[in-house]
């Protein structure tokens, strides 16, 4: 009776499999909506090892209650890492790896909060634990049986098999850019691996390539976005390329260092970006440039936000503007500050610690050009270590919370009022003969659950509600929020004015992310048309704006790394435009959108990494390899965008 007992017991195996494919299956559908955004029969063969692993531990002892409460612990450890993917990359829309650690604070912000976001993901949550709860419950009925020697052997042959049979599985297709066998062994992107092979081997890939590194190659190629695609008679030949007098082939004459030198040719080869009719036609303004804290295109409405849309439908109006959501916070402010592509945490951490050096900085350039320079940030000066970039970044008058803001305005509310910050500020700085003020803004930070969650919301609420406007109560809270960054751009012309100022003064902003606190379907009550969540939840506004002049129109793509490149060009500021990896959106290179998962928007059209699908513009063909140029051009970008950092490649270029 005991023998038949034992016969029908349920093999740990298959329990094994069954868990981890509802898990992997689940986590698609409850971050993605879709299953189809990975490769199945990759991440099937995959599972099929991790199975066969749990099941070895399984049984790997000779007390069965041993082996039952090291499979429950294993099973608990998997279980609770789907449930935090899910819960960070809901909210804060990146995938958490090893790397995400090295900006431990930025997850540590969202700790305060981190009971809330559990309990609003609690069914998802509650759905990811279904595979233990039943362990635990039907645990009598499972085989945890000690396996002698033998049996061991057998299965941890079948183990290897198993793994062998997963490595010839990424052969099956190497052309696509994105292919499971160039994810594996080639390209390195948390976000793709988690969507071709699933969490538990993006897990493992993950930690082998933290412990013993890994390096993408930079591959030759076309690019369709440069100067010389365009036909001999269109371009402009009176004008030059912003460029410096850079003597590369000396240094890559020099240089012993095979990456370094790989780097060198890689901008020799880049012939940068052309001046045009506006190149210097703010030459000499003062410049006030803002990074707003979740600022995006659907907080601009006329009837509470006045100055926003104002400022953003006059002056240059960039159209197609992006700012892809890369690392929350700080990942945006590097892309708007350094014309870099914020590659990873560890290109983030890097930047953080403030030793890389920025000679092409936007305070040293506008320094170099006999500005004075300020920063002001109305929350901790040093929360994601501002006080130390900001100074590789040339600002050595830099004022926050905790560095002497906090004596002129309130920092014991959150979020803080930008309108405060402005109006304790703006004396320090109008009256100097040129000036250029950094502002990274912190009254549209969320919460968004309601009004009393949010001061600078429940301070606007009552102007909200009279407004007319009727969204619900999340979206409701996120715009009253926004309401202050508006009141502050008022009252900053309103200065600029009164000083005699204003037309000498060039107002620039762009967001840092947009609200990712807020679901899809919040954002699309806002929205003008219905947004996807890889690449238009992005699309958003890039202010450049002088009262002074006729507004421009630019339809061409643009995104936060091309900030920089467009503000020095139009400011005529001297500097070398090949050494960023954003370009002038005003020059006649073609744009470009990278985001965070390797997607893209030029101006010939889309691509979806995930989905290996692009839609192209109304009316526009593309040639046969456009797409596959294009990749590479963007991996190409990315990848540079790494090595500058780790590297500390401007060191070596600007002695």
């Given amino acids: 009776m005991e023998n038949k007992k034992k016969e029908n017991k349920i093999s740990l ?160 297709s190497k052309k696509d850019t994105y292919s499971p066998y160039n994810l594996y062994y080639k390209i390195n992107d948390v976000s793709l691996n988690a969507e071709s092979f699933g969490l538990l081997e993006t897990f493992c890939i993950d930690t082998k390539r933290a412990i013993f590194g890994f390096d993408e190659e930079l591959i030759n190629v076309d690019n369709p976005l440069t100067d010389d695609n365009n036909e001999e008679e269109e371009k402009p030949k009176e004008y030059t390329y912003n460029n410096l007098d850079i003597d590369f082939d000396s240094l890559i004459a020099s240089e012993t260092n095979s990456k370094i030198k790989s780097m060198h040719e890689y901008f020799k080869n880049d012939t940068g970006t052309l001046q045009n009719e506006y190149t210097g036609f703010f030459k000499d303004k003062n410049l006030i440039l803002f990074m707003a804290e979740s600022f995006n295109e659907v907080a601009v409405k006329k009837e509470i936000t006045p100055t926003l849309y104002k400022l953003v439908n006059s002056g240059f109006v960039f159209e197609d503007f992006y700012t892809p959501t890369i690392f929350s916070t700080i990942g945006g402010e590097f892309q708007e500050l350094t014309g870099l592509y914020a590659a990873g945490t560890d290109i983030l951490s890097k930047f953080r610690s403030g030793n890389i050096a920025f000679p092409q900085g936007v305070s040293t350039k506008f320094l170099e050009a006999g500005y004075t320079t300020y920063a002001y940030h109305n929350n901790s000066a040093y929360f994601q270590d501002r006080n130390k970039y900001l100074k590789s970044l040339g600002f050595t008058n830099f004022k926050a919370c905790s560095t002497g803001l906090e004596k002129v305005i309130n920092c014991n509310i959150w979020p803080r009022s930008d309108l405060e910050m402005i109006n304790a500020t703006v004396d320090e700085y109008i009256n100097d003969d040129k000036f250029m003020v950094f502002y990274a803004s912190n009254s549209g930070h969320s919460n968004y659950d309601g009004f009393n969650s949010n001061q600078m919301a429940k301070k606007n609420k009552e102007e909200y509600l009279a407004s007319g406007l009727n969204y619900s109560e999340r979206p409701a809270t996120y715009l009253a929020a926004q309401m202050e960054l508006d009141k502050a751009l008022e009252s900053l012309i309103k200065h ?60 061409k793509v643009g995104s936060q790394i091309d900030v920089i490149p467009t503000i020095y060009n139009v400011f005529g500021i001297n500097y070398d435009s090949r050494l960023f990896i954003g370009k002038d959106i005003l020059s006649t290179e073609g744009g470009l959108a990278m985001f965070g998962n390797k997607s893209w928007v030029s101006d010939k059209g889309t691509y979806f990494t995930s989905e290996k699908k692009f839609v192209p513009k109304e009316g526009v063909e593309v040639e046969d390899d456009y797409v596959k140029k294009m990749n590479q051009i963007v991996l190409n970008k990315i990848n540079m965008s790494r090595f500058i950092i780790e590297n500390n490649y401007y060191s070596k270029v600007f002695k």
């Fill in 13 to 172: 195996l298959l329990c094994s499999f069954i868990s981890i494919f509802y898990l992997e299956i689940l986590y698609k559908i409850l971050v993605h909506n879709n299953i189809f955004k990975l490769s199945l029969i990759n991440m099937l063969l995959f599972l099929v090892f991790f199975s066969l692993i749990l099941a070895f531990i399984g049984h790997l002892f000779k007390n069965h209650q041993v082996n039952k409460i090291t499979y429950i612990v294993l099973l608990s450890i998997i279980s609770i890492w789907f449930s935090a993917q899910y819960v960070v990359k809901n909210y804060f829309d990146f995938y958490l790896s090893l790397s995400s650690f090295q900006i431990a604070d930025q997850l540590g912000d969202f700790a305060s909060k981190t009971v809330m976001e559990i309990l609003r993901r609690l069914p998802g949550i509650i759905l990811i634990f279904i595979p233990l709860i039943l362990t635990i419950i039907f645990n009598k009925k499972i085989n945890f049986k000690y396996q002698n020697g033998k049996d061991k052997l057998k299965l941890f042959i079948i183990i290897l098999v198993s793994y062998g049979i997963n490595l010839i599985g990424l052969n099956i």
């Fill in 496 to 555: 600029l004015e009164e000083a005699g100022k204003l037309e000498d003064t060039v107002i620039a902003l762009v967001g840092d992310h947009y609200p990712y606190d807020l679901h899809m379907n919040e954002i699309n009550e806002m929205a003008d048309y219905t947004k996807d969540d890889i690449v238009e939840v992005n699309h958003s506004n890039f202010i450049l704006w002088n009262s002074n002049m006729e507004t421009v129109n630019v339809s």
